[in-house]
């Protein structure tokens, strides 16, 4: 079964996903008509498939890689003026929702699987 926090991390890489898409191609891209920094979309693409099949390993170091989006979210937040701040205060809020809830679902399946009695060979 999914929990709330499994499909709240998909949804917000989902949703950075686009947003980083609509950045970097219309809403307010490095270069007139957009750039070759679309391309930092691909990252985000490496997990999705592990986080739908509410992988812990891949949880795990996606929360690490979610790290670098903040930072780009905070460097250009701070640079940025226009529609390149709200683009940039958007990729901030949508970091730390992913890394909350990808935090909380590799809680939830630790303990639930520390609550589940190891099974016990049967005799033959």
């Not at 917000?12 to 930092?40: C, Q, Y």
């Not at 905070?74 to 940025?80: E, G, I, K, P, Q």
């Not at 529609?83 to 958007?90: K, M, S, T």
């Amino acid at each position: 079964m999914k929990t709330i926090a499994s499909r709240c991390a998909v949804a917000t890489l989902l949703a950075l996903i686009v947003l980083v898409l609509a950045w970097e191609l219309s809403l307010a891209p490095l270069r007139p008509g957009g750039s070759w920094a679309v391309l930092k979309v691909l990252p985000l693409l490496l997990p999705l498939r592990g986080l739908l099949r509410q992988s812990r390993y891949t949880a795990q170091w996606s929360s690490m890689l979610i790290l670098a989006y903040f930072c780009e979210g905070v460097v250009r937040a701070w640079s940025d003026s226009g529609a390149g701040r709200a683009c940039a205060l958007a990729e901030i809020a949508l970091a730390i929702l992913f890394f909350s809830a990808v935090i909380v679902s590799v809680r939830a399946a630790r303990v639930s699987r520390q609550a589940t009695p190891p099974r016990r060979a049967q005799p033959s």
